[in-house]
């Protein structure tokens, strides 16, 4: 856990990013490795969407953090623990793999909910990023094979940029994302496919241009992580 910020500052920082978001963009705050404290300090100033990226941690906060937060989850999801986190969050954006895809609707099925994803899309130059290519993309769209899962509801995209301080690196990944984004709502008419979640402390600002419906911001908020 990080050393907490004090609730001040969290909500200076809260304050200032509200005033900067263009309206309907929504904003969910990254409270990954954050304690509890800087989590109430952010909900007590009206923030309710909050992300997690690992399980254990994310059920632990639930526990303990009010029940009208909205949850999302961000990080690399195993399908083992796919079981315990339905049902329980707004949005899984870090959807990785068809495997995990047809583990979701398998589940929720089980568990008689209908589960609301977003897929996760590779494009930055780091190898360690997980994620469906552009190519696996619109593979998985062109076979029609998304139409077949009946208890989830793909609702877009999420994606990192390149962690480089050149901006038009940056800006080239978003508009790829956003361009595919556009491209699979058009010809495949998916009806739910309204996020496009991309931009984070560092980037915001060039994804929102970029056509951003969703930022996911932490440490600029909360501090380091
Ligand atoms: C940690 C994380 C963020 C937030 O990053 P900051 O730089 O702290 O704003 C956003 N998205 C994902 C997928 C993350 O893992």
Same mark, same amino acid.
């Given at each position: 856990?990080?050393?907490a910020?004090?609730?001040? =500052?969290i909500?200076?920082?809260?304050?200032?990013?509200?005033?900067?978001?263009?309206?309907g963009?929504e904003?969910?705050?990254?409270s990954k490795f954050q304690? =509890?404290?800087?989590?109430?300090a952010a909900?007590d100033?009206?923030q309710?969407?909050?992300?997690?990226s690992r399980?254990q941690?994310l059920?632990?906060?639930?526990?303990r953090?009010?029940d009208?937060?909205? /949850?999302?989850f961000?990080?690399?999801?195993? #399908?083992?623990?796919?079981?315990y986190?339905?049902g329980? #969050?707004?949005l899984i954006?870090?959807?990785?793999?068809?495997r995990l895809?047809?583990?979701l609707d398998l589940e929720?099925r089980?568990q008689n909910?209908i589960?609301?994803?977003?897929l996760?899309?590779?494009?930055?130059?780091?190898?360690?990023k997980?994620g469906?290519t #552009?190519?696996?993309?619109?593979d998985?769209?062109?076979?029609?094979?998304f139409e077949s899962?009946?208890?989830?509801?793909?609702c877009?995209l999420?994606a990192?940029? #390149?962690?480089t301080?050149?901006v038009?690196?940056?800006?080239?990944?978003?508009?790829?994302v956003?361009?595919?984004?556009r491209n699979?709502?058009?010809k495949?008419n998916?009806?739910?496919f309204n996020?496009?979640?991309m931009?984070?402390?560092?980037? /915001?600002?060039i994804?929102?241009?970029?056509g951003a419906?969703l930022i996911?911001v932490?440490?600029c908020?909360?501090?380091p992580?």
């Amino acid at each position: 856990m990080s050393e907490a910020v004090s609730s001040l =500052i969290i909500a200076e920082r809260l304050q200032k990013l509200y005033s900067l978001l263009p309206e309907g963009v929504e904003l969910v705050a990254i409270s990954k490795f954050q304690p =509890i404290s800087s989590i109430q300090a952010a909900y007590d100033l009206g923030q309710r969407k909050f992300g997690e990226s690992r399980v254990q941690e994310l059920l632990e906060k639930i526990e303990r953090l009010p029940d009208d937060i909205e /949850w999302h989850f961000i990080g690399h999801l195993q #399908t083992n623990k796919v079981k315990y986190i339905i049902g329980k #969050t707004k949005l899984i954006q870090s959807v990785d793999s068809e495997r995990l895809i047809s583990i979701l609707d398998l589940e929720s099925r089980k568990q008689n909910v209908i589960t609301d994803v977003l897929l996760q899309v590779h494009v930055a130059a780091e190898e360690t990023k997980f994620g469906f290519t #552009t190519d696996e993309l619109m593979d998985f769209f062109e076979s029609g094979k998304f139409e077949s899962y009946n208890n989830i509801r793909i609702c877009g995209l999420m994606a990192m940029a #390149t962690n480089t301080d050149k901006v038009e690196i940056v800006r080239n990944d978003f508009q790829t994302v956003s361009d595919l984004f556009r491209n699979i709502k058009l010809k495949y008419n998916v009806s739910s496919f309204n996020i496009l979640s991309m931009g984070m402390s560092e980037d /915001w600002p060039i994804a929102v241009e970029e056509g951003a419906t969703l930022i996911r911001v932490g440490s600029c908020i909360f501090g380091p992580s």
